[in-house]
């Protein structure tokens, strides 16, 4: 008997190794898709430990190119069948600058990376999603989605473009069946790359634990459709509220 | 084996009867309080329906009488045990009046049913909570929490006073391990009070399932501190945005 | 030939006293609404400095007596003609506490100062505005009224209320001529209470000067009503945005 | 003796015209940047005729091409002086589409000129304007900046972006004497556009004059700089409020 299908744009060592943990071992097939299967290796493993029976796959794809976002997403339905629950999980640079700073070029990647990478992976799944009246389309987001920044700009440019986008999707879609959600983490995640970042000053107990966060995205799953949520924060019980 | 205690204060026909049977489903017993135990009736009835073995009980309290409230949860602890989960779920007048129209005994009224009695409520479980380390306070709410209204202004009023206490108990004490949650219903529930209301317009597809928001409040309990929603929005699938 | 009149609740030594400069200077006549006559003395003395001809005057009155409010400002009508322009200026105690530590007694004065204080002042001259189709109404706030606070959870229980308030307010009425603005002031001011309160850590350049927030609330007064603001937040240039 | 100088960005018929003239009349000399001469000629008519004094120029460029705003604003600066307040005012095509209508180029399109031509048109004045520790720039928005749509998502997701560098530029320069401020327009504007898309339904009551909504723009660059708005809220008193 076939498994539902969980693809996962964005799968690396942080939240996307959690997701791909979490829906593998709650019966999911697997479909990760990185720029590079080695990107996607950790997350691949942790599926498979979850659940040695789960279906996991790599699918080479860069979010920041529709096209081959469209073209991974064809050929995971085609190869492990409909998308059951669509996760967009990419991450952008962190690298802090002033705003004159910005180049044009940094302006077109994060637009294509936190929108239109979105728009073409969500476009990909939701005319099958809204034929069967059912699934799910869950976007990573942040604070940032509800404020500029003096330090941090082009985070903040493309999570308020991604909100957009999100809230128009579940404003079109939700009648048709399709739980849309932008997670706003108002935290920073202990992963890897946020230990490096702090040095000194890591904490794990300031940082949310990613299998902590993965919870909450499944729960939210879960959501009956008679009572969703289409914007959900996140934030663990240590955080001090930025907002 | 002593049972977690769940108790619920506004436990009428509508959303506080789906919660009593929710929680009670899930293994809790339920401690109702309501002005009348008639009142309750329903969700007692709805409790004991949905786990024969559960502990179901009625505490008289006026939620406009922060005394009474106190009065009631000592009642409770000492007599059904430490309160895990708090559901605070009254729900005032929806009778319109443009703002003009307000007296004052109508500021007082609404002020003491969702603020004074909120903060009553929570600060009668909040103590014993936070040396235990977990806890859950969870507060029905609305999208008039956040917008006035020129027809419903005494509604937006009490709403948003309910939504500065929720969020000030949870800047304080999440980091004590008590989960603090808003619910923002941005719909109205298929409750009885809501047929009269709509009358010939009624339409059971347009308005939320109170079982489904009982649902969705029991996923919210079950997050991990690590990955806590403080503010939740809710709204069924065919719900148009209001906000 | 009369002066259009401007009646300011709360005109203590800060804004109080820079709001009655700038209203007298533009050539209103100034009631000046407080307890005592001692503490509107300063901003008495401000207005007359600002404009000879201008007539000041005292009117007592306790903002948390909401028969008091409607007194005095029955008063002013009577002796100084309709009231152009209202500006709620109160403002609640500081003092940090922390949620648990709230008194029923503090949370009934607060909404008292806050909402039915700033109520009883509108409903004191809104039936009047709306007759002749024109007035303005004005609330000072913080940003206090868009999030709650584990340190101060009684000003911001306070300052969301007087939202609702006047977002009720401007929505039901603006229709009539009538503009309702709440201010938002996203800063602390330069003023002697501030002085005291940071001691060694004051530092003017960091405060948002009380004449400067006066003159935009001047300014805020002149739109036009095809092109009103109804909240007006407000921050020096050199302000850190806290929200 | 050289006037200052308003550079505005997307002169035509509507908004465009009455800030070209407000300016104008304050004594201010105009810059008008469109694609065409012929699309900003009614703002240059409109400025001649507030002041006959008033240098009105125009420059050509599509604020699609950043280079093109670029290079435009430097030719102003030799040919007119620095430029003391820039108005980006350009708005897009309001084309409903349901969100998966929306093609890659009109993603492109929208970001193009509301985000990347703004930031374009910002960094042409912005270090100049901080040297000289003062200078205003002003972006033209819309409620769209904070609300997703079913039927406009490409309008929203501009807007989001606008707000986002808005914000961004405004926490990171103030504090250097620049005011930077987003008008949101919570209404529909009188203009030739609108009375067409209306049809029948044109009612000039519930629309907002651009006049007016000009002279709420001039107010808020008055702002001292001790009490700045960076969000500027705007709406005819008829108006019904949307959000």
């Known amino acids: 008997m076939p498994q ?6 964005g799968a690396g060592e ?24 080695k990107g996607s290796s950790a997350a ?5 430990g979850a659940n040695a029976g ?9 979010a920041t190119q529709p096209d081959t976002i469209e073209q991974a997403l064809a050929t995971i339905v085609g190869d492990m069948g409909d998308v059951d629950v669509l ?10 600058c002033e705003p004159l700073e910005m180049t044009y070029a940094d302006l077109d990647g994060i637009y294509r ?5 979105a728009f073409a992976a969500a476009k990909s799944v939701l005319p099958a999603m809204r034929e069967r009246g059912r699934g ?3 976007f990573s987001s942040a604070t940032a989605a509800l404020r500029g920044s003096a330090t941090h700009p082009l985070y903040a440019i493309g999570k308020f473009g991604l909100r957009a986008l999100s809230q128009s999707l579940a404003k079109a879609y939700a009648k048709d069946g399709v739980h849309i959600a932008h997670f706003r983490l108002d935290c920073d995640l202990d992963v890897p790359i ?4 702090y040095g000194d000053q890591y904490d794990s107990e300031k940082l949310a634990d990613p299998n902590d966060v993965a919870e909450t995205y499944w729960l939210t799953y879960q959501q009956p459709r008679g009572a969703w949520s289409n914007e959900v924060e996140i934030r663990p019980h240590t955080e001090t509220w930025t907002y």
């Open 113 to 117: 990376l936190e929108v239109v990478g």
């Open 87 to 96: 996760i967009y999980n990419v991450r952008g640079s962190f690298t802090a």
């Open 4 to 9: 539902p299908v969980c693809a996962i744009v």
């Open 194 to 197: 946020m230990r490096e970042l």
């Open 136 to 138: 799910s389309v869950l």
């Open 54 to 62: 789960a279906n996991v796959k790599f699918f080479a794809a860069d």
């Open 14 to 37: 942080g939240l996307g190794c959690s997701l791909a943990a979490k829906f593998a071992g709650e019966g999911f097939d697997i479909a990760l898709i990185s720029r590079s299967e």
């Open 44 to 48: 691949a493993a942790a599926a498979a």
